[in-house]
């Protein structure tokens, strides 16, 4: 796990186990928030340890961004005192997926024994939700497109925007929408004064590097979007799609050890499958 400070009371951890999985939190005497847990117990147990080390809080909320287990696996460890906070489609969908998807992970390593499912139990239903801790106030806002559920937090005297997988080195849509996703990223420029992004996976984008790297993910959606509805066009099928690489999309292959490729993989193949199932269905209605 690496640890950095974004400023003075924001720090953030990543995860050397896990695709540069982010947590951050928000530190004051009167209490800590905690925005995600990393992915396996191990580097969670780690962070709060760190946090409980510094002389601050105690840990009072931990938040999370959206239902994927990368970001809520640690939820159980944090302890029962330590309230746990997120959209109600959040609460909603780790209710329905989480177990099974838990289950999923840990048939594929041992490195989550003894996680289990943690509920969020304080909710809000609207866009917005504003947490007060200490001299801190932090936004939550409900930014959908990575999933239905993505939420963001704001440290409002801060500038810094925890963006979790609403922002990343490539925008990953395969549990999302990706029409909604640049509406939320338009928004992400327009609404915040940001003096740096946290992303969900990989480095902090500082205020100079924020505009490109945002409009450059829109810019990857919707060349993406135009490549594939081509090869569908031309009828040229799956060896057209594997030349589909991310560099043609105007995406970096490198971040994230180059696990961005896979990331772009899948979003190709999703975004075949259902633009092809859309094309069906107009030519069916012409029929
Ligand atoms: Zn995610």
Redesign the pocket.
């Known amino acids: 796990m690496r640890r950095e400070r974004v400023s003075d009371d924001i720090y953030v951890f990543t995860s050397d186990l896990y695709a540069q999985v982010t947590a951050s939190a928000i530190v004051t005497k009167e209490g800590i928030i905690v925005i995600d847990t990393l992915p396996f117990p191990s580097e969670t147990r780690e962070m709060i340890a760190y946090l409980n080390s510094t002389g601050q809080g105690p840990i009072k909320y931990l938040v999370n961004t959206?239902w994927?287990g990368?970001?809520t696996n640690g939820n159980s460890i944090f302890a029962p005192t330590v309230e746990l906070v997120s959209h109600q489609r959040c609460q909603q969908a780790l209710s329905e997926f989480g177990a099974a998807e838990l289950a999923a992970s840990k048939e594929t390593t041992n490195l989550l024994d003894g996680v289990h499912i943690r509920i969020p139990e304080v909710v809000f239903e609207e866009g917005e939700m504003v947490l007060h801790m200490g001299n801190k106030s932090v936004e939550l806002a409900l930014m959908p497109g990575?999933?239905f559920d993505?939420t963001v937090a704001y440290v409002r005297e801060d500038k810094v925007l925890i963006a979790?997988?609403t922002v990343m080195p490539v925008p990953?849509f395969v549990?999302g929408d990706r029409h909604v996703f640049k509406e939320t990223l338009r928004e992400v420029l327009q609404k915040y004064n940001l003096e740096s992004i946290v992303q969900?996976h990989g480095e902090v984008l500082l205020r100079g590097e924020i505009p490109a790297s945002i409009e450059s993910s829109i810019r990857y959606l919707n060349i993406l979007e135009d490549r594939i509805n081509d090869i569908i066009e031309k009828k040229r099928g799956e060896r057209a799609l594997a030349k589909l690489t991310i560099d043609s999309c105007g995406k970096s292959r490198i971040p994230l050890n180059g696990l961005v490729q896979d990331l772009h993989r899948a979003n190709v193949q999703s975004l075949y499958k259902l633009l092809l199932a859309e094309k069906s269905v107009e030519v069916e209605q012409k029929v």
């Open positions: 959206h994927h990368d970001h990575h999933t993505s979790s997988d990953y549990w969900g």
